[in-house]
């Protein structure tokens, strides 16, 4: 490992993990930096097992041994610093004790990651990054083949999704719409029935809609709130709605992306 102790909370090489908490901040300059925060030695294990490459790891002094494990030969810097200096860096205290910088991968484009695809969860504009890494977690945990995100979607690589998620961002194929059109077309191509899970006078019972799933499912989930645009469900082939009890009309979006994909997750 290339250890470097830093205890100066202006040395440049700690840029990477300024400002952590602004959420703002660091949603415009990751994406554009071309980097991505892992938090805890999890997470970083599991973004490293996916090919991905670390350009600096900042860690304390306890959590030396164990990321040195996960690191290996890597020769990126190991940056190890005193708590009080991670807090004041990056904004909160790294109970963890591990931080990596990573490389943010190129996307693909939607059609190469929907092929194939048997069931594909579908985000549009969610807001929050807890019900992304949320979410994607479901899609991980059950059976979902794909992801995509609409362009306006909270990050699924920033710090607090990567973690809710438990680092099954990195295990699931997904991808960014560019333009809605062609995204749609890119699932009718591969044979993909499109159902938007919302409220809807007309919407299927998703118990009814799972007893006679098709073959292959595209589900669109959309923002807290607010839930699908028109456009987006002018573009689904069936409306679907899960039957809800005691007044409540409606579940956490996380919540409902998982009871769905349950019900819809192929057999095998």
């Not at 805890?40 to 996916?50: N, P």
């Not at 990651?113 to 594909?120: E, F, G, N, S, Y």
């Not at 006679?212 to 607010?226: M, S, W």
Request: glycine fraction near 8%.
């Amino acid at each position: 490992m290339d250890l470097q102790h830093v205890t100066d909370i202006a040395d440049p090489r700690l840029d990477d993990y300024r400002g952590l908490t602004d959420t703002a901040l660091r949603a415009v300059r990751e994406p554009a930096e071309g980097l991505y925060i892992a938090e805890t030695a999890k997470v970083i294990e599991r973004a490293l097992t996916a090919g991905h490459e670390p350009r600096s790891v900042l860690v304390s002094a306890r959590r030396v041994d164990e990321v040195g494990r996960i690191i290996g030969k890597r020769g990126v810097p190991v940056l190890v610093v005193p708590d009080e200096v991670a807090e004041q860096v990056t904004g909160y205290q790294v109970h963890r004790g591990a931080l990596a910088a990573m490389h943010r991968p190129a996307l693909a484009p939607v059609a190469e990651v929907v092929r194939d695809a048997r069931l594909v969860l579908v985000l549009e504009d969610l807001g929050d990054h807890t019900n992304v890494g949320a979410a994607f977690r479901a899609a991980a945990g059950l059976g979902a083949d794909a992801v995509l995100v609409s362009p306006r979607c909270a990050d699924p690589l920033y710090r607090r999704s990567v973690r809710v998620s438990m680092g099954t961002v990195f295990q699931v194929p997904w991808t960014r719409i560019d333009d809605w059109e062609a995204a749609v077309g890119a699932l009718r191509d591969e044979g993909l029935d499109i159902a938007a899970l919302a409220l809807s006078d007309a919407a299927v019972d998703l118990r009814v809609y799972a007893a006679q799933r098709p073959e292959k499912v595209a589900l669109l989930l959309g923002a807290e709130g607010d839930g699908l645009t028109p456009t987006a469900l002018d573009s689904a082939d069936t409306v679907v709605t899960i039957p809800m009890a005691g007044g409540v009309d409606s579940l956490n979006v996380a919540s409902a992306a998982a009871v769905a994909l349950w019900s819809l997750a192929p057999a095998e």
